[in-house]
Structure formats: structure tokens, C-alpha cells
């Protein structure tokens, strides 16, 4: 099996818990994210209340049971790869 890569954008003000969460069904998302960030800023919570922010050039691994949000007014663009 083959994961998938793509390039999501995150505009200013967006939300897990307030745009995806009513979608999910779940607390806080439940995917595992490996990737990439290319620009803006996201700051991401754990469910056991650890914290990290993201900006450009950094790259994330996120195991599930997490909320996150763009910080700032500019979009938030990420290449994230799928983990099987």
C-alpha cells in the first residue's frame, strides 16, 4: 500500500475543532500527520495538553489526538504524507 502526499491550505482564522471536528465526529482529530511546512504558522495541542507551534521550513509528525489552528493572518501551507 501507498500513502498519499498533498499540499493543504490553511487559511487565516482555521480551526480543527470549529471547521472539522462537526464533520469528524471526534473530540480532536484522529489521523497521524507527517509532514512538511512550507509557510505560515499553526500551533497544535495534544490531548494530554502538550503544545508546538509550526512555521516554515519546519517539518511535523503529529500522532492523533490533536486540535490545531492557524496563528497569524497569513495561510498556513503544509505538504503532509499520509503514515499506513
Given at each position: 500500500?501507498?500513502?498519499g502526499?498533498?499540499?493543504a491550505v490553511f487559511e487565516p482564522g482555521?480551526?480543527?475543532s470549529k471547521h472539522v471536528k462537526p464533520i469528524a465526529g471526534t473530540?480532536?482529530?484522529q489521523a497521524a500527520h507527517m509532514g512538511y511546512c512550507v509557510s505560515g504558522h499553526m500551533h497544535v495541542v495534544m490531548d494530554d495538553g502538550q503544545e508546538a507551534d509550526?512555521?516554515?521550513g519546519e517539518f511535523l509528525e503529529i500522532p492523533p489526538g490533536h486540535d490545531g489552528?492557524?496563528?497569524g493572518d497569513e495561510a498556513?501551507?503544509?505538504i503532509d504524507w499520509q503514515v499506513l
Amino acid at each position: 500500500e501507498h500513502g498519499g502526499v498533498g499540499r493543504a491550505v490553511f487559511e487565516p482564522g482555521w480551526q480543527w475543532s470549529k471547521h472539522v471536528k462537526p464533520i469528524a465526529g471526534t473530540e480532536s482529530c484522529q489521523a497521524a500527520h507527517m509532514g512538511y511546512c512550507v509557510s505560515g504558522h499553526m500551533h497544535v495541542v495534544m490531548d494530554d495538553g502538550q503544545e508546538a507551534d509550526i512555521g516554515p521550513g519546519e517539518f511535523l509528525e503529529i500522532p492523533p489526538g490533536h486540535d490545531g489552528w492557524v496563528v497569524g493572518d497569513e495561510a498556513c501551507v503544509m505538504i503532509d504524507w499520509q503514515v499506513l
